[in-house]
């Protein structure tokens, strides 16, 4: 398997490779399943791994890599590019740190690639069941919680620092307080959900898109088959010989943006990595960008329909 190409980023001296595998799975799969798929996924070629504290997959994505350095698969943990994100039950300026201490250890890792603020609110208490409460969601204090992820690059317990879900508007209150500015921002992008205005903001400001659910999360309890049932996707993917998740990873990966995508399925994860040998034409490329567009993942389905989240899922 050939190297996946890689993104330089702002902020971070490793490049990151432009695909990464997604480790939310739906239902959630059990800490064997998950590290067995994460090893599969090494061997197929993957080096690039999203997760979160919030997913439970930290500790077996740890595993993995202790048993994949073990096997001999990689020869260092420095091969991988790591992903994961603060919950936002501790994104208050003081517990930053110890949150990022505590997915150290759930990875058994000394230092993270990238640390993500996983979502533009605070939520009061430790919240795992959702929807949440009006009550429990509270607007992020940006600056104090920009504090925290930079004293974590300070500390060297991550690399680089970046954020997710969050709008051209909330990064603009970033960028006003940063001192090391987001190297990333990971949201929702896919052939029915653009995201044309943040991709030209954030190329303009040297940071990079992630893209998450660009198959569009299809049968998940947070996404929809709209990207995987599209007609025209599938007409190209005719022509062309390859599936539409090609397609999509494909159109994704052409926009210029790096994408994580999650198969635990050991076919489907090799499939999703052979898109980078073919392109798209202008005519196809053309059809794509008139698929009708809506936002599938909503902060008010996973949050509940509250009207500071209500406010967050119409910025763009
Ligand atoms: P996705 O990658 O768009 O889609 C995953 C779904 O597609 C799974 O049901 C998977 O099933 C299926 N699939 C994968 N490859 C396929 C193929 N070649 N053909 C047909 N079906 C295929 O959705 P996602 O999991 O929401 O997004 C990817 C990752 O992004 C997540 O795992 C997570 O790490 C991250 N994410 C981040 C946020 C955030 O707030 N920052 C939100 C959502 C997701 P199988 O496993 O059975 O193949």
Redesign the pocket.
Known sequence: MAKLPGVTLSSCEKPMPVIGM?????PPADLETTKTAIIEAIKAGYRHF??AFA?GSEKPLGEAIAEALTLGLIMSRDELFITT?LWSSYAERDQIVPACKMSLQNLQLDYIDMYLI??PVRLTGTVFSMPVEKDAIEPLDVKGVWEGMEECVKLGLTKGIGV??FSCKKLEKVLAVATIPPAVN?V?L?PTWQQKELREFCKAKGIEITA?????????K??DNRV?DSDVLAEIAKFRGK?V?QVALRWVYEQGVSL??????KE?MK??LQIFDWSLSEEELEKISQIPQRKG?TLASILGPHDLVLELDAEV
């Open positions: 997604g480790t939310c799975s739906f999203d997760t997913y994100k996983h979502l997710s879900n990971q929702e896919n998450f659910s660009p198959l569009g999360a299809n049968n998940t947070w996404g995987m599936t998740a994580v995508a999650k198969s635990y399925n489907r499939q999703n993942v």
